[in-house]
């Protein structure tokens, strides 16, 4: 059979274009590189997002495998540009443009999905409490009461969700008591480990915008509320809120439980986001998850208010290790350890410290114990959302990152000194 010349150009010009739009493709999902870090594009981090959100409902129905959320958020690198000027911006509000919804009505009955119900379009984390998976947390906190001097204070504090206190009664035997769960794992704690009643305080301002109703995380103003608990624990007094410039988003925020169960009665109910501008200035370092790194001279990030994942504009998102150096009037170091409900608490911090160390055991791979001496760290504070009591896995990572068999980068580079 013949093939006449047209018949083999029109064939190369087929190929050339299939060619030409796989390009095309691949280069809108190459890495993007912004202030000398690479970074994934957003919709890379979608797909990642959506396939670990399927681990997690397939999962989340058992104690042994429910999910850590804050797993499976996307990845939070690739905003984290210096914005020093932007964050002195005023407050700004709403605009319509910006809401989304649908004819779905507000109320209805709970609609279950994997471990979230979302009753009258609020989404909740249902807690199931588990003796056994509460005592591997349990156990890895005490040992750092264990393996850590009288010289090192440990505190930890458990923080309730939004199940514990805005579902409505009449739903209420759909997640366990997590006032129960804490104090069994705060009476089960080593004698050193100074426990941080959180939710007393909590429960006293229920009514406050405490939890968003899109989101599992609480809001800016439950993790001060979180924040004045552990001041009283440690017999200090507390910054007044009223000192701190509250900085709203103008947009509307749709959080981690619509990501994560995709329900569309939550497009009629989004959450406001705001931050409170840190008082005093600071030098913020960081070590990315890749062991990438970057630097900034502020802790909150008011670009990811114009992106969707909104939470990030505390810390940066979730970083494997993170240092703040403070100009505050004080000496003293501490180091929190903690899960991503401990971002919007930090910035608390930093008036009464010099020094904030944070790690997550979820990406930080040296050892803690090296961390906390070489630094000459005066107190650890242990940071976890009442999910934790769920998470065996994760709390065998926090208890892991003091092992003996974990090798460190300082005693790496030890090493090939000698």
């Given at each position: ?6 018949t ?18 691949n ?8 202030n ?10 979608l ?8 681990i ?43 809401i ?5 009505p ?14 009258n ?13 509460a005592?591997v ?25 939004s ?21 069994y794992?705060y009476?089960n ?23 968003f ?16 608990s ?12 009223e000192?701190y ?67 990030s ?20 170091k ?41 630094n ?25 990152m ?17």
């Open positions: 059979m013949t093939i006449s010349r047209k083999v150009l029109i064939g190369t010009i087929i190929v050339i274009s299939l060619i030409s739009v796989l390009i095309i493709y280069t809108k999902h190459l890495p993007t590189v912004e000398g870090v690479v970074n994934e594009t957003v919709n890379n981090d797909n990642k997002e959506t396939l670990s959100d399927e997690a409902f397939k999962n989340s129905e058992t104690n042994e495998n429910i999910v850590n959320t804050d797993e499976i958020e996307e990845s939070d690198d690739e905003l984290k540009e210096d914005e020093s000027t932007e964050s002195e911006n005023d407050s700004v509000s709403e605009t319509e443009d910006d989304i919804g649908n004819d779905l507000i109320e209805h009955t709970p609609e279950h999905v994997g471990n979230f119900v979302i009753i379009s609020v989404g909740y984390e249902k807690f199931k409490f588990s003796k056994y998976n005592n947390y349990i156990d890895s906190i005490n040992k750092y009461a264990a393996n850590l001097g009288s010289d090192v204070k440990i505190y930890n504090l458990i923080a309730p969700t199940s514990e206190f805005n579902m409505p009664d009449k739903y209420s035997d759909l997640s366990d008591s997590q006032k129960d769960g804490i104090q794992a009476s704690m080593n004698n050193k480990v100074i426990t941080v009643d959180a939710y007393s305080n909590i429960e006293a301002n229920k009514d406050e915008y405490l939890y109703k899109t989101d599992h995380h609480w809001t800016g103003l439950g993790a001060y509320r979180a924040y004045e552990f001041m009283k624990t440690k017999k200090e007094e507390p910054v007044q809120l000192r410039k509250k900085i709203d988003s103008e947009n509307k925020y749709l959080g981690s439980i619509y990501n994560m169960t995709q329900n569309e009665r939550l497009e009629n109910n989004l959450d406001d986001i705001w931050y409170y501008n840190p008082l005093l200035p600071v030098k913020y370092s960081a070590v990315n998850r890749d062991e990438t790194s970057w630097s900034s001279n502020q802790i909150v990030f008011p670009s990811y208010f114009e992106h969707s994942r909104k939470y504009v505390f810390m940066g998102g979730d970083a494997a290790f993170s240092h703040i150096e403070a100009d505050s009037q004080t000496e003293k501490i180091l929190v350890i903690k899960d991503s409900y401990g971002n919007a608490f930090i910035p608390f911090l930093i008036p009464h410290y010099v020094d904030i160390f944070i790690v997550d055991p979820r990406y930080y791979n040296d050892n803690i114990y090296e961390l906390i001496e070489e000459k760290i005066d107190e650890v504070l242990i940071i976890n959302y009442s999910t934790v009591l769920q998470l065996p896995v994760f709390s065998q990572m926090l208890g892991d003091g092992t003996v068999n974990v090798v460190s980068s300082t005693a790496i580079k030890a090493a090939v000194a000698n």
